[in-house]
Every structure is written in C-alpha cells, then in structure tokens.
C-alpha cells in the first residue's frame, strides 16, 4: 500500500447548544451522465445538518425514502448553534469555492493523479457552453428549477441534467462532492455467476446524488472530535485511524457510518442505488464497462489508497473507486437470495427496491466492492457489530420528486 503524504487540517469548528443529531442502530432480527467532466477535489470538512431520515424500518431496516427527519429510540443528543452549522468541520476553502484545493492539494505533494481530478473552470468549459442561473424548460417537461436541501449547493460548471438538476452539488457540511444519478430502469444483478448476486433483474430508481468518493479519514476523525466535545456517546475510532487523511476511513461500525451521514443530512446508499451509480443503467461488469482494468499502475483486490488515485476505476456517472478501494456499507439487510425474491415478485419492475426485510445471518447488512476480477455486481454480508478493516462507506442524498416544479 503507497503511503500518501497527509492534507492541509484546518482546526475543526466549535458549537454551541441547538441542533439534535440521532445517533443509534436501527433494528434487530434477522440516462447515464455522458459528461467527461473530471470530478472535483477530495472534500474539506465543515458543518453538520439537521438530521436525516434514520435508516430503519424493516427488521429495523433500510427505507429508502426523501431525507426527511423522523423519531429515532434513545437518540444521542449533539447541541449545534443555528448560525455556526456551517462551519462544524472546518473553516471553508477562501471565498467558499471547492476548486481553491486544488493548488492546496498541488502544492502538499498529493497524488499527481489526485490533482488531475481536480477541475478548474476555464478547463471545464472553454467557452464550449454558457451556463444560466435557471436552466431552460428542458424536453421532459421540468421546468429547470430545483429545490436542494438546506447547505446543498449546486455546482454550475458541471452543467446540467436533462431533468434540469445539476450533475454535480457539493454539500457545505463536509465540502463532499456528490454525482446525480437520473431515474430510470438498470440492470442489477448477475446470471450465472454468483449464487448470491442472482439472477439479474430490471429495477426503477427515482433520481438521487451519490458521492464522488468514499468517506475520508480526515472528516471522519473531525466529526468524532466534534461529537465527543459535545456528546458521551461518540463513534468508535475506525481501524484505519493511523492512515494517511486523504485515505477512505475503514474499520467503521455500520451505525457509525449511518451516524455520521445523519449529521451532515445523508444516508447510506441502498444496494440498489450503490450499483447503480457503480453499473450504469446498462448494467456493466465494472464501472468502465466490460473487459479488463486498464490500470495505469499496478493494483491489487483489498489494496487501498488515497481517494480518487485510479482514473480508471470511474463509473458512467463519474463515481470514483467502486470497484476498487475500500467495500462499502449498504443500508439493506444481507441475505443470499435477496435477488431471487426481488425478481420473483408478481413479475413486475421493481421501484426503489430497499433490499429484503429480514437478514441472513441475522444482523447482516450488504457490503459492495472488490468484487473478483473488480466486478461491481458482486455483493457480501457483514455483521453489523463487525468493524472489518476493509470497509468503508459513502453516502447518498435522495431528492423528492415534488422538488422539481
């Protein structure tokens, strides 16, 4: 594993008493974006959002629903000032703009690879398109305009989806960038590989956001500063505590890494929604297709590195490192034939699929990633007591269709 050299730690924000964060485990039992815009840098923490929709439900399961606060049990209480929630990370890149770290990260000695990821508008858009505050009337019949929740800001330079949302939205609580993944019908699943990954199937998504990256080390280790400054009941420190900042933290209990999400107004993806953003809608192999990986050095299953190291390991959507890195947490519960009961249901398109309603073994999520020869349609269970030093976790931001007018 290549050691990275460590980015720039800005001191993390100080909060004072008002916002409650939930944090706790849920339950018992048991259209691509043809963009070739590089993604923006690796993420810059700051401040937490009110919380999201706690991932329960079902065997106390994963409901795949808007962002929308509910009751959790016995949540830990975190006291945020109203006007200081931006800045719960760290102090924001100078004038607010993401692309800032670039020369930061140039200047650290990071990844040349890292770097080159990094865009800067006059590269992106070279005249070739003008970008409008409000977007046209577009040919689905949205009108263009869109609601993001509170401290979700759009990224311009991106452009925009058919839809009218824009392909790009960084969230302020952590600077995280995060790719739109349109609704629509995917290919999910594998015939005639894998037991457990079969048979494929057709299934609907409405649209949602997806990070670029999995979750840093660095923004994991100032979120757990924040929260045991102001709560008995913070996060175990994840096993890769010692690893470089701009490595994926791994190592994470699963209710750690749903805590986290809530704080900044996330969730962990569904199964579905994971493959999806890592498949395309064609339901490819790996993120760049079919056939082998065309690494630009060598790499092996398990290893891991510094976010956004492989170019190549880039999904249709621009979703990095998903064959690769670290695995990932899922919000569904495990079972091996969660796939069979999914295409056996009435014969119809499964919508917004959340994954079975009980798990086998019982307290096992889904785990995605380092699938044999880097397949993404690959899928395993880890219990969710379980803190394997090879998974991390990323998150994802639902967006209500009524929020587009």
């Not at 699963?254 to 579905?272: C, F, H, N, Q, S």
């Not at 249709?316 to 056996?344: I, L, R, T």
């Amino acid at each position: 594993m290549t050691q990275m050299p460590s980015c720039c730690t800005i001191p993390f924000g100080f909060l004072a008493p008002a916002l409650a964060i939930c944090v706790g485990l849920a339950g018992c039992g048991g259209g691509d974006d043809s963009s070739s815009v590089p993604p923006p840098a690796p993420p810059k923490p700051a401040a937490v959002a009110p919380p999201p929709a706690p991932v329960g439900g079902r065997e106390g399961g994963a409901g795949r629903k808007p962002n929308v606060p509910k009751a959790a049990p016995k949540p830990a209480v975190v006291e945020v000032d109203e006007e200081d929630r931006d800045d719960l990370f760290v102090e924001q890149p100078e004038g607010g703009n993401y692309l800032a770290m670039a020369d930061t990260a140039e200047n650290r000695g990071l990844n040349p690879n890292y770097v080159q990821a990094i865009p800067r508008p006059t590269d992106v858009l070279k005249n070739e398109f003008q970008i409008e505050n409000a977007p046209p009337d577009v040919t689905s019949g949205r009108k263009g305009r869109f609601t993001l929740p509170s401290r979700f800001v759009e990224l311009p330079e991106f452009g925009y989806d058919a839809s009218g949302w824009p392909r790009r939205i960084r969230c302020e609580a952590d600077q995280s960038v995060m790719a739109y993944i349109p609704e629509g019908v995917f290919i999910q699943g594998k015939s005639n590989a894998a037991p457990n990954a079969g048979p494929e199937f057709s299934a609907y998504l409405s649209a949602y956001y997806i990070d670029i990256h999995e979750v840093t080390n660095e923004n994991f280790r100032k979120y757990r500063e924040f929260v045991s400054e102001t709560s008995d009941r913070g996060p175990q420190p994840p096993l890769s505590e010692n690893a470089p900042p701009e490595y994926p933290v791994a190592g994470v209990l699963w209710r750690d890494a749903v805590a986290y999400l809530e704080a900044i107004g996330k969730t962990l993806p569904t199964e579905a929604e994971w493959e999806k953003a890592a498949r395309g809608a064609g339901g490819f192999d790996h993120p760049w297709g079919f056939g082998r990986a065309a690494w630009h050095e060598p790499r092996d299953l398990m290893q891991t590195s510094p976010i956004m190291t492989y170019p190549a390991d880039r999904s249709p959507y621009g979703v990095f490192d998903m064959a690769g890195n670290v695995k990932e947490w899922c919000a569904d519960w495990y079972h091996p034939e969660a796939y069979k009961q999914a295409s056996d249901d009435s014969g119809q398109v499964p919508r917004n699929w959340e994954g079975p309603q009980t798990s086998e073994p019982k307290f096992t999520r889904v785990v995605k990633g380092n699938g044999s020869n880097w397949t993404v349609w690959h899928r395993e269970g880890l219990g969710m007591s379980d803190r394997d030093p090879n998974v991390g976790f990323r998150g994802v931001l639902r967006i209500a269709d009524d929020n587009a007018q």
